[in-house]
Nanobody
């Protein structure tokens, strides 16, 4: 089992910045992917950014150039700059354990990010 604990959400004005943190504990495979997803009211959960245990990163087009994902061992961070009202959502930390048998995914409890215009 894996436990994920997020922190760092809050209320910020448009153009502002926030930094989300996620701490993973438990059984974490050598190859894994940590990422951030978000879900706005009435919308599907979507990938924001991901980073592998090897350091490869990917971003949603809507956040490229504004958000930066990083990790330090079993911690992952999402630096969010130039926030826009459309970034308002619950942000979820995700970890995927990957081995030859497949992938196991785990989720944090979510943290609210609200951007006011």
């Amino acid at each position: 089992q894996v436990q994920l604990v997020e922190s760092g959400g809050g209320l910020v004005q448009s153009g502002g910045s926030l930094r989300l943190s996620c701490a993973a504990s438990g059984t974490i495979f050598t190859f894994n992917v940590m990422g951030w997803y978000r879900q706005a009211p009435g919308k599907q959960r979507e990938l924001v950014a991901g980073i592998t245990s090897g350091g490869s990163m990917n971003y949603a087009d809507s956040v490229k150039g504004r958000f930066t994902i990083s990790r330090d061992k079993n911690m992952t961070y999402l630096q969010m700059n130039n926030l826009k009202p459309e970034d308002t959502a619950v942000y979820y930390c995700n970890l995927q354990n990957v081995n030859h048998r497949g992938t196991l995914a785990y989720w944090g409890q979510g943290t609210q990010v609200t951007v006011s215009s």
